[in-house]
Structures are given as C-alpha cells and as structure tokens.
C-alpha cells in the first residue's frame, strides 16, 4: 500500500482539486484508491456534497451523505477557521495521538490519499501544525502550491518548514492559478532550482489532465 498527505502552501491554493483528480486518474487506470480528509472546518452538515469530503468521496465514485463524509473526515466543525479555532467554538479539541492513530488504522486500499485542512502550518491544537501530522505519520507529502505573484516565496518557505522536521516530501504541484501574470512553466522553472532533489510538477489550466499524469506517474514510481 501507498500513502500521500496531499497539503498546500495555503488555503484555496487546490488541494481538494488535485486529490480528486489524482483519485479519478487512478481510478480509470484501475487503481484501488481510497481518500481520508481526517479534518475539516467550515462544514455545513445541511450540504455535505459541498464540503471537501463530499468532493473527494464524488471523485471516488461513491455516493455522498453525511454519514460518508463522517466515516472519512470524523472531525468536522463549523466555523471557516483553522482547525483549532473552530474546535475552540464547539468547546473541542483535536487530539493529536487520536488523529494520527486514526489515519493509520483508517487505510485499506491499495492507494491512499489523506488531505490536510490549510497550509502546511495551519495549527491542529496549541502545540501541532499540520507538518507535525505529516512528520508523525511518516507519509510522502504532495505540496500543492500556485503560480501568483508571490507563490515562490510561499512554496519555499513551506517546503522548509517540512523539511525541519523531516517530514518527507514527494513533489511540489504547482496548481496554475487563475489570471497570475507570472508564467506557469517559468514558476515551476525556479522552484526545481530550488526544491532540492523534490520534483516539481505544473498542472496548466488549458490541459491539467497532462499535469495530473505526470504526476501521478511520478508518485507510483516513488
């Protein structure tokens, strides 16, 4: 079995894009892909095809309701905050060992994706970020980043934070963004030169199926 954390340089940079086009390209492939979204804010139980959950069990080809977004994505809260935050207006709290034990034992495909909640940073509680998830688990991180101005910075920095504390990284997506005037391949150009031995993948909006195969051949073969 294969595992991926799929997380972003930020929120709306495309996580829940690229998890489900990875999952509907190996799906048509014939690959048994499941996809686990363990935490989610800004949840609206009225309408769980919108939430990131909904989405993801869709692109799996699996019918969507409350009680399937609950079996993949069991912390759920309502406010459009970082996770902490909006547990804190439910009097919850995420805890940390649960959440990491529960992405372990939740498995059972012969490809799993697990996709964060924000940023690589987004605090979980008041001493975990979303890269102590990633490093406790010890799962291949996919860094979804955009082509912005200011992306590069943005990128990089993430892509330092994860490597502190050894959380691995698979590959950098850059996800083309809407109406930037920094060229896509010229963005994903720079970041190779500086991303190390991390691969770095563009995903353009004109043919993102070429984007999504590559990198999922890429991550196959890791």
Known sequence: MQSYFITATGTDIGKTWVACALCRHWR????????L????????????EASDAGVLLAALGQA????????????????PLSPDMAAAREGATIEFAR?????????????VLIEGVGGCM???????????????LGVP????????????SHALTALAALRETAAPVAAIAVNE?????VPLQE?????????????VVAIARSRPDEGIARLARLLRGA
């Open 28 to 35: 048509q492939a014939g690959v048994r892909v499941a996809a």
């Open 37 to 48: 979204k363990p935490v989610m804010s800004g949840y609206d139980p009225a309408v769980p």
């Open 141 to 152: 991180a996919v860094l979804v980043t955009g082509s912005y101005l200011g992306s590069l």
């Open 177 to 181: 963004s809407d109406s930037s005037p």
């Open 64 to 79: 969507v309701s409350a009680e399937a977004v609950a079996r993949i994505s069991p912390w759920r809260f309502r406010a």
């Open 99 to 111: 959440l990491v034990d529960w992405c372990r034992q939740a498995a059972g495909a012969e490809l």
């Open 122 to 136: 987004v605090p979980l509680d008041a001493s975990h970020t979303v890269r102590d998830w990633i490093a406790a």
């Open 187 to 199: 963005t994903a150009q720079v970041l190779a030169a500086h991303a190390g031995d991390v691969p």
